[in-house]
């Protein structure tokens, strides 16, 4: 009964780092456009280009650390502090409304990180 159990924890953990991987890599893309939504964005948030740029690649690169058990974890962290600090700007820029948009990938990731840590370390 207990292998059973780790075998659903497994599917669960892989469902939601497979999903993350899929979402992020895409947001992670789409932040190279100096003409996609994003660029507006991080333009009325006063953030540079380059700024805009490396939380894309940050984001591609979490998405490829979840694509395996052993590095899921520091894919997962980097979320993790990422949708912290988009938390964070929408708070500072007085939207704290638009926060919800983070919560299901930063439970998500939190989830994958406390699953796959013991992988990590």
Known sequence: MENRWQVVRDVVLWVFALFLAWIFMRQGIAKFSDTSGWARAFRVWHFPVWFRVSIGVL???AAVLLLTRRTAFAGAIIIIVVMIGAMGTHVYWGRPAQV????LPLLLATMVALGRRKSFL
Request: hydrophobic fraction near 45%.
């Open 59 to 61: 984001e591609m690169a």
């Open 100 to 103: 919800t948009s983070e919560i």
